[in-house]
Nanobody, 117 residues
Framework: QVQIVESGGGLVQPGGSLRLSCAASGFTFNIYYMKWYRQSPGKERELVAS????????NYADSVKGRFTISRDNAKNTAYLQMNSLKPEDTAVYYCRANNLFNADYWGQGTQVTVSS
């Protein structure tokens, strides 16, 4: 049974940091691209960051470059999103997605991140 579970969200003040985790099970984690998306009320879901199966290549949305870092630990079947220098506009539900070259595609349920003083 495939499961993707995000954790680590919460309320943080502007300028603060959070680390999101994405724990995966039920599939061969190390052949999947891992991606973090976010969606805030009234807006479309947007891709925030992605990482290749071996972790060698990462990409980021312009809005988070230099502040967010995506990583993965294939031994633990877990991906991470380290978020620093958070801004109120980073407030959103953050989703983890796993997909591969054979059109397998799995999503988590999301974790809420709220940046507010």
């Amino acid at each position: 049974q495939v499961q993707i579970v995000e954790s680590g969200g919460g309320l943080v003040q502007p300028g603060g940091s959070l680390r999101l985790s994405c724990a995966a099970s039920g599939f061969t984690f190390n052949i999947y691209y891992m991606k973090w998306y976010r969606q805030s009320p009234g807006k479309e879901r947007e891709l925030v960051a992605s990482i290749t199966p071996a972790g060698g290549i990462t990409n980021y949305a312009d809005s988070v470059k230099g502040r967010f870092t995506i990583s993965r630990d294939n031994a633990k079947n877990t991906a991470y999103l380290q978020m620093n220098s958070l801004k109120p506009e980073d407030t959103a539900v953050y989703y983890c997605r796993a997909n591969n070259l054979f059109n397998a595609d799995y999503w988590g349920q999301g974790t809420q991140v709220t940046v507010s003083s």
